[in-house]
Nanobody, 115 residues
Framework: QVQLVESGGGSAQAGGSLRLSCAAS????????MGWYRQAPGKQRELVAR???????NYADSVKGRFTISRDNAKNTVYLQMNSLKPEDTDVYYC?????????WGQGTQVTVSS
């Protein structure tokens, strides 16, 4: 079983920056993906960014050029640097781990961007 502990998030003004972190612990499969998703009330959870253990990345079109995902494999930690934030980035952000078995989700962290 894998546990995820998220940190970061909070409030920022439009154009500002925030950084999210997510540390995984437990039965970490050596081949895995970690990433961030976000979800607004009444909407489906959507991919923000995802990174493989080898560093391959995927971004949602809406965040390309503004957000950067990275990971420290030695610490089993994934980071999401969010720059040039927009009010539409306001959501609950969830860390995700995909390895062997069903995916694991973090508890979610609120990101609020004011105009």
């Amino acid at each position: 079983q894998v546990q995820l502990v998220e940190s970061g998030g909070g409030s920022a003004q439009a154009g500002g920056s925030l950084r999210l972190s997510c540390a995984a612990s437990g039965s970490i499969f050596r081949i895995n993906f970690m990433g961030w998703y976000r979800q607004a009330p009444g909407k489906q959870r959507e991919l923000v960014a995802r990174i493989s253990g080898g560093g391959g990345v995927n971004y949602a079109d809406s965040v390309k050029g503004r957000f950067t995902i990275s990971r420290d494999n030695a610490k089993n930690t994934v980071y999401l640097q969010m720059n040039s934030l927009k009010p539409e980035d306001t959501d609950v952000y969830y860390c995700n781990y995909e390895g062997w078995g069903p995916p694991t989700w973090g508890q979610g962290t609120q990101v609020t961007v004011s105009s």
